[in-house]
């Protein structure tokens, strides 16, 4: 696979790949088995540089652009696919304060993001209301200088480790248009963590239920203007989605490095299972579609990193990604056999992992449903 990447990025991977070879995937297998939330690790990233990528270094960010954003989640995911995810959240509650944000909210609520000190979540879904934002009831109601906050959101990755909250709510009357966007700082009244949510796979990765009763919010952690929310959250996700495609495609990495260790090394029928050509067929696939969702994932970034539209693009990527990524943990365990169902191989583990990947940041049918619209406006 060929794309063009500067030395600065080359040396930004490299740093990653040595990073998660000797911090992130040795207790891979420990930290799911424990559902143990990679706190320590999470810190030394912060101080790497690795939660505000596409972050100004006035406010905290390394500011590296999005390839190189790209370029690190894969190399991480490559690892762990929980500690990829944290990763990925946090940068992606950057976004609205980066961009819609204004300069004491930069300073005051991204810094400390951007720079690691605390880590992000991203509050949108709700009990019901998934794909289709409009629909969410947590309401924010005005009281002099404040919002109160009330409703109940679901599966907020970061949730019980966060320190800042990036909150669609609505202020306003049904539809896209009543909805606003707001910071909520852990420790205010009212915010409730729930437990930890049991999940069948990226068990490292924290996932909580947060609700929020009375919950008081300043005027001043309101991320742009009431009514802007939708527009402001959707933009964000186009963001969100090039991470998720970066994680499926480090997984899938992975998937293929387990499959040809496997193959080469396990016998049957007086030869390496790698001399059979179903198990070629196999790889080959793997190989494939590594590498398409590599050109997929990278080049959504490079628009995103030149300032051009890249909402099609990051779709497909994530759609492309995600899919591809469960045909590869499928094939993978497959040519693992009866050994790839137990706990003693990672692929076990990889395969939990990579389900969720066509479901969060949108299912991999509102990826079809973006690019064939996208696809329709050019007719």
């Given at each position: ?8 990025q ?13 911090e ?21 990233m ?8 596409m ?5 905290g960010?390394s ?28 940068n ?5 304060l ?6 004491e ?15 992000g ?18 309401g924010?109601?005005?009281k002099?200088s ?11 990755t ?16 049904g539809?896209g248009k ?29 996932t ?17 203007r ?38 080469k ?8 299972l ?10 080959a ?7 398409a ?7 959504a ?13 990051a ?6 990604a ?50 064939a ?7």
């Open positions: 696979m060929y794309f063009p990447v500067t030395q600065e080359e040396m930004i991977r490299v740093m990653v790949e040595q990073f998660t070879q000797r992130v995937a040795p207790g891979a297998m420990r930290r799911d088995a424990r559902a143990e939330f990679p706190e320590s690790i999470v810190g030394k912060g101080e790497l540089g690795l939660l505000g990528m972050v100004p270094s006035e406010y960010g500011d590296v652009g999005a390839v190189a954003y790209v370029l690190a989640v894969m190399e991480i995911a490559r690892g762990c696919a929980s500690t990829a995810v944290t990763m990925s959240v946090t992606l509650a950057c976004e609205p980066a961009r819609f944000g204004n300069d909210q930069k300073k005051r609520l991204l810094g400390p993001l951007a720079s690691g000190r605390v880590l979540a991203f509050a949108l879904t709700e009990p019901g209301a998934g794909s289709n934002l409009a629909e969410i009831n947590c924010a109601r005005r002099g404040c919002y109160h906050l009330n409703g109940t959101k679901m599966f907020i970061n949730g019980g480790y966060a320190g800042i909250f990036i909150v669609l709510a609505r202020t306003g009357e539809g009543g909805l606003s966007v707001f910071a909520v700082e852990k420790g205010s009244s009212g915010l409730i963590i729930g437990p930890a949510v049991e999940k069948m796979g990226l068990r490292a990765s924290n909580v239920e947060i609700i929020f009763e009375d919950c008081e919010v300043p005027e001043e952690n309101r991320i742009g009431e009514g802007e929310g939708l527009a402001i959250i959707t933009q964000a996700l186009d963001s969100g989605r090039i991470g998720i495609a970066a994680q499926a495609t480090g997984m899938i990495k992975a998937c293929l490095d387990e499959a040809v260790s496997y193959a090394e396990r016998r049957q029928f007086n030869k390496p790698a001399g059979h050509q179903a198990i070629q067929w196999m790889i696939e793997m190989a494939t579609g590594l590498d969702s590599k050109l997929l994932a990278l080049s970034a490079s628009l995103k990193q030149q300032g051009k539209p890249f909402t099609r693009e779709s497909m990527a994530k759609y492309f995600s899919e591809a990524l469960n045909r590869a943990a499928y094939n993978a365990l497959q040519i693992h056999g009866g050994y790839g169902y137990t706990k003693e191989f990672p692929i076990e583990r990889l395969y939990r992992d990579a389900r969720v990947t066509t479901i969060y940041e949108g299912t991999s049918e509102i990826q079809k449903m973006v690019i619209r996208e696809a329709l406006k050019e007719l």
